[in-house]
Every structure is written in C-alpha cells, then in structure tokens.
C-alpha cells in the first residue's frame, strides 16, 4: 500500500468515527498529501464505504495517471460539482469549512440539491482540521525530503560566504536574489518563501523586504531563508556580523543564541507549546529585552513554510514524535539592528535532530 | 492621489451604487493592488462614508506605514476580527464571497453580532469579483511592469540558448533550474510558475512537469515559464527543435505559428473572448487536428498568472484597452510531441502591443 493509500485509511477511519460516509477535501495540499498528486486543480473524496475518486481537469489528466494510481480519476473542469454529484447518496457529507469558500459552498449545495431531485440531500458537516494535523506528523519520507529541503539552503550560504559574496557594497537585494538562485541551482524546486535579507538598521525590522540598502562593515547581516524541495520546505535564520563586532552586536548575539538553545532542549514528546516558547522566552526576558522579541517561537513546517503545531503564547496543544518545527527566537532593537537565529527540527523520542547544520557560533565575515 | 488610493474610490464609488456602507476586501492580492501591501497577511475596510482602514499584524507594522502611508492602520493578529468590529456600525456590509472561507464567515458573523450587542447587525452582501474586474484594465504602471517582467524571461532564454545550454544530453529539470535561475539573477522576484520544460514525447503533455528526460538530437523542446517582477507575471512559450527538423515537425509547427497570428489579429477593443478563441481555433480544426488543441487561447496576467479575462469557448465578455492576455495555442499528438507558441500582450485600441518579443520563427539547436 502506498503511504498516500495509508493516509487515506486514516482519514476513512475518522470519517467513519464522526459518522461521515464520504469526506470532500478541497484544500490543495490536502489533495497532494492524500494522493500524491502536484497539479495547480485537484479533489479528493474519500468515501467510508469506497472507492475514493480524484477529479482534477483535463490538463492534467496524464499527470494524474502517473502521480495517482490507485485512486479512482473523475476528470472534469469543475472538479468540486463532479465530485460533488458522485457523494449525493451519501447521508453524512464531511467537507474543508477552513479551505471551502462561501461561494464554493452555494455551489456545492446547489449541485447536492439538483441530484437529490427532491430527495434526500446530504448533511454538511465540517471536519475542521483533520488532515493538518495528520499532516503535524511526518513520515520518514517527509522527514528525508525536509534533511534534504536544509541541506541545501545550508549550502548555498556556506558557497556565498566562501566566495565572498557577503561584502560591504553588495546589496540586501543582490544578496536575496543570489541565495535563491544558489538554491536553485543545488536542486531546490523554489525558494521556501520571499528570502529576508536585513542589514544595518533594517535587521532590527522581523520580516524586512530586501531593497537596495548597501551591506556595511560593522553591521548585522540577517538572513531568513529556505529551499523547497519534493513540496517539503526549510526555513533558517542565521545572524552575521560584517567585520568588526561592536560588545552590544555580541551580547544581543550571545542572548538569542542562549535563548534559541533553551527553546531546542524543551522541545521533546509530550511539551505544552506555551511551555516550548517560555523557555525560550524566559531567557530573554531575563535579560530585559522581552518587549524586544515581538513574535512567537517557532511553527510547525512541512507542505507549507507555516502550518501545526504553533508554538507560542497565544498556542495550545503538545509536541508529538515526527513534528517539524522551527525554534527561531530574536531580539530587535528599533532604529539599530537585530538578531534571530533559527533552526528546523524534528521531535523524537530523545533529543530532536536537528536539520539546519549551519553553524550557530557569531560569524564575522 | 496615489494609483492605490485611486483605486479605492473606484471601489468606494462601485460599494455607494449597491448601497454598500463599506467593502470588507480579504484577498491578499486585492488588498496588494488596493493599498500597495506585499506582505502576507492584511485586510482592507474601503468605506463610503471614509476613512479607509488597513488591518495587518505586528510583524508587519514598519512594512505597513512605508508602503501604505494613507491608509489608517489596524495592528492586529486576527485582522478580519478587526475590521469588522470597525464595521459593526455599516448597514449593509459587502465581501468578497469567492474568498472568504465558510469559517471566516461564521468568524465574521460572530464578530459582528457581538459588536452590535442585541443592536442592528450589519446585512451581508458579496462584491463578487468587482476588485478583479478593476484589476483586469492595467495602467501605465503595471503595463510597465509587465513589459520588464517578459523582458527578464525573452533575455533569460537568449542567454542560455547562445550559452548552449539547451544541448542535447541535459535534463528537462537542469534546463527549468537554469532558466529559473538566469530569471533571478536578471531581477525576477521569482518564476511566474512552475517552468514547464518538456521534450520528445513530453512535449505532447501540456502541463508536463520537467524530469530527468535527457533532450535529444531530433527532439521538441518545448519552454513554458515566464518572470515576476514587481509581483507582475510575464507568460511565454517556445518550441525550438534541437538538430535536425522532421517534415511532421515542421507542418505542425507552421500550423501553430498560423493560428498564433490569428488569435492575436483578433485581440481588439470590444472583441468577444470566444471569437478570439474561435479565430485560433478555427485554422486548427480546418487542418484537422481540432481535437489536438485540448485547452483555452488563453487567459488575463497580472498580479496574478491566470486572472480575468479567460479566453476560450467556455467565457463570456469582450476585451478592453489596457488588459493583458496570453495568446497560447497549441497542437499535441500524444506520444509524438507537441508545439505551443505563447505571448503575452496588452489589448489596445490599435494593434496589441507584444511584451514577450522571442522570436516565433522555428528555433533550430
């Protein structure tokens, strides 16, 4: 059986405990994750009472033969009334209440209204989240493709900064776009997101957009970045300094660093997420810098560069073994500079392995 | 006035004739071209009896108040939550319903029946697709865009056709890497999509995804890809040969050449979508390959790759000056190979004006 067949049984066997006789997933990902399937059009039923049925368009109809083997194909321009129409005896209809639209959902009412022909009309029922958070824990194929999603951004900064790309004068964008392009080239399918590149000043600012601010001696250099690769997606931050290290660039470096190791030890199976982020926290508030650290710790990652489980104060929930998180406190002065460091891990039993392999010691470059 | 704020009266003044109080706008590219914001998470409240309010989160505030300076901000987390509140006091309350999820609208249901504490709630109304339909007519800015945006992908092939780079022996994936790259390095923010590189038999899928196929002496090579620049996507298919040409090749290549120029004749003001489609259509069905054309001529691009208007057998509407279209058709003959030859162009009250300038002669490698 394919890990998409078991992924499916899953999702049958919850069906089937919420008294579903069908559920429609209409989330793309979703879709990707229960059928393997990476076209831009796709849906997925997956009936209590079998066979599923994959509708996707014309365009994709060889593509779906090849990604999709083993599920039933319905191809049709309009994937969601045509599968829709196949689910109309279904008594109980499970449906994506968080992915669906309210115009997707007139429509899939009206076509469910037009095959009942007066007769009995399916029950609606949300099932919320449930493939997100079968999707929170990752099988080891997902975790190779997430070593090999770091691996890769871990190299492109190692060949940047060995050739010398990280110089005074070079630009926050020249920079951004080198990296993504180094990505590229060492087999990323895409960047993980639009890559952060902050200097100066602009390091203090979380998500800064790169623009044309020069690099500078003596400056942060923030870079937050990642490469995707079989749809699986790494995230890292790391914080440099550009020649000489003034004593506040070490001591701020020094109080992430010591923040960021404390969010990594409590990172084990069972931990309450609010606790995962205090104790990264705790750190810095210590220091006195907690209104400095304005974000949460860290995020789940996988199919998406932010998805379950959230780790923060406004979170909720454990860490399980095979979760893919990122742990990425920081510290932002206005008007000054910033640091984040942040790695990708996985949850195990023991301690998390770790993904990001860059070196967490203050690079001066 | 900015273009941004320009814009927002022309929806302000499109809410006043439905008898909208404000216009809640999620979608996140909406909001882009309504206040110029990049970021990934905000909403916009457009009321008709002002003032505007944009809501993102915190991570995002210094983001915010450069690119969006007249607009009030709403710092928040739950930005939906938040706009509404401001909202409670509208009798009619427009949104966009082909965005919205099922929950957001329960959310915002909520939110607002709270606010009016046992009070008036606001009646709900969806916009449609009224900010799409103010997106598909392109000004002197975004045309601008465009035209930089099919610059990077015209010199990104040039560059690597003179480099040899498209040589028999390489692999479909390395040939997408490179272009993907060059594109960044000649300023893309990113790929406009998934480049397609398809050859040999591939080039018979229309939406082949690149694989370790080696391109071959005798073989199409088929290039589907296009550069974002400003957010703004360039479209562009090329079908080259590599070595020497088959007769079959040649005719089949000819046909698509002949249908291309007819379907971009027919781009004028006033000109019905489907009789664009039938002009292409027509010169393939009368070589009796009609049932080898398997999709639409093609479709609007801007901020996003595929946007209104749809050019094909199924849409409805006329052109008008400032739209940009993809003109796209194509002839496979599966297992053989396939030719598509791809523009994109801006509707003009004269001749088009053509942004992707590859030439369209047959390419030989």
Redesign the interface.
Known sequence: MSREAARRDALRALAAQQDLDAVLVTNLLNVRYLTGF??SNGALLVRTDGPDLFGTD???T??ASTQVPDVELVVD?ATVPALARAAAGAGRLG?E??????????QLRRVLDDAAAGGRVPELA?VRRAVEAQRAIKDDDEIESLRRACAVADQALAELAAEGALRPGRTELEVG??L??RM??L?A???SF?TIVATGANSA?????PDRTELREGDFLKLDFGATVDGYHSDMTRTLVLGHVADWQREVYALVAESQAAGRAALSVGADVVAVDSAARDVIVAAGHGEHF??GLGHGVGLEIHEAPGIGQ?GAGTLAAGMAVTVEPGVYLPGHGGVRIEDTLIVTDGAPELLTLTSKELLVL
Not at 205 to 209: D, Y
């Open positions: 990476t076209g014309g365009r994709y060889t593509q321009r449906f209440s968080h992915d669906l639209t309210v115009d997707g959902l007139e949300s776009r080198e993504d392009a590229l080239a087999g399918e895409a960047p639009e600012i979380p998500h800064h957009r304005t974000h406004l």
